[in-house]
């Protein structure tokens, strides 16, 4: 088992022993650990102070051991020791917010997937321009609440959970909007929302195939937000507002959805296209990405997000999802990860997974 010249020399030790699955102790640290364990290697848990408890709760989803750090941004000066633990870190959407994408970035530690994308994603501006220009159907932007011609919802940048954001009636109730924190004015599509977990594996010759690899389609949920959802929204918030209660988007449980059996190519074209522009932009896309958009009563998919790495609605589908059990029994997207890790460096082929 050879490592290639051109591969950073923090991925050396993985070449000498086994991997050691490692995250941050938040959004879907449980799932990931587990699969690890499933896939017989080893997990170690970064910790924001002492361990939290209810991880003895779940022994299957409990970490075998962790890291204490005082604050998520000082993990750069335990590079060293997670090198030699042969840490390979699984980015979710809580590590790169708390961490920052910058210093996540830049962390001397082996990381699963490619680092590059989370650039992409982190910024509106090039997260847009990626999908656009990958063919992508997406709600229409406007640069000045001036523009504004229909219900609009209002978006800040990162892995917020929603914190924040707020829907507009029309380009009057924008009037007393002012924010100096980089936010976006997006079009509100009505329609039914679906957030899309796949799974995109360079190294796989098998399945729906897309570049020199395939894409695997493993979950799909819909999100509960606090004291707001779905059609009633815009009528509901003048309302709410009025009773002195503000409307947020804050998510706080996932619920899972199958969809239409007819509309599964038009999914599948949607997560091929980005993945083919993703290779051309920045090399691609490895592992876990979530396709976040709406289906039109014209059964037209609006892509509004996309994020880049596991996210929390996969926590449904720990023993598997109506997809994954597809693909192979038991399935989740913690144990895929675990699998991909596995199967590259048994190949000799860390480096295409691992950045």
């Known amino acids: 088992m050879g490592i290639e010249l051109s591969t950073p020399a923090r991925l050396a ?4 022993r086994p991997p050691t699955v490692a995250t941050l102790c938040s959004h879907s640290s449980l799932q990931i650990f587990h699969g690890a364990r499933v896939e017989g290697l080893a997990s170690l848990g970064i910790s924001v102070g002492p361990p939290q408890k209810f991880y ?3 022994p299957l989803g409990r970490p075998d051991s962790f890291l204490t750090v005082p604050k998520v941004k000082e993990i750069g000066r335990h590079a060293a020791r997670l090198r030699s633990e042969g840490a390979i870190l699984v980015p979710h959407g809580s590590f790169v917010e708390y961490l920052g994408p910058e210093a996540f970035m830049e962390l001397d530690v082996p990381v699963f997937g490619n680092r590059a994308v989370i650039g992409w994603e982190s910024d509106r501006e090039k997260e847009r321009v990626w999908l656009e220009s990958a063919g992508v159907q997406m709600p229409k932007r406007f640069a000045d609440p001036s523009e504004v011609d229909g219900p609009v919802i209002v978006k800040y940048y990162g892995a917020k959970g929603g914190k924040g954001f707020f829907l507009a009636k029309n380009r009057h109730a924008l009037d007393d909007f002012h924010s100096n924190d980089p936010h976006v004015i997006q079009e509100y599509v009505l329609g039914t929302r679906y957030y899309v977990h796949f799974f995109y594996s360079p190294l796989s010759d098998r399945g729906y195939r897309v570049g020199h690899g395939s894409l695997e389609l493993l979950g799909m ?3 509960d937000e606090a004291n707001i959802d779905e059609l009633y929204k815009l009528g509901s918030q003048e ?3 009025r009773a002195g209660i503000r409307p947020t988007f804050v998510v706080t449980g996932n619920v899972p959805v199958v969809l239409r059996e007819s509309l ?3 999914i599948f074209d949607v997560g091929a296209r ?9 090399g691609g896309m490895v592992g876990p990405f979530c396709v976040e958009g709406i289906m039109t009563e014209e059964l037209e998919f609006k892509v509004f997000e996309i994020s880049t790495r596991i996210v929390a609605g996969t926590n449904l589908f720990i023993n598997g999802s109506s997809y994954s059990d597809l693909v192979a029994p038991q399935l989740s997207m913690g144990r895929r990860i675990a699998q991909e890790i596995k199967w590259a460096r048994s190949e000799g082929r860390l480096a295409e997974v691992v950045s």
């Open 221 to 223: 949920d819909r999100r």
């Open 56 to 58: 003895d709760a779940f």
């Open 274 to 282: 980005i993945v083919e522009r993703s290779i051309e932009l920045f």
């Open 264 to 266: 599964l190519p038009k």
């Open 239 to 241: 309302e709410l507002l």
């Open 13 to 16: 030790p993985l070449i000498e």
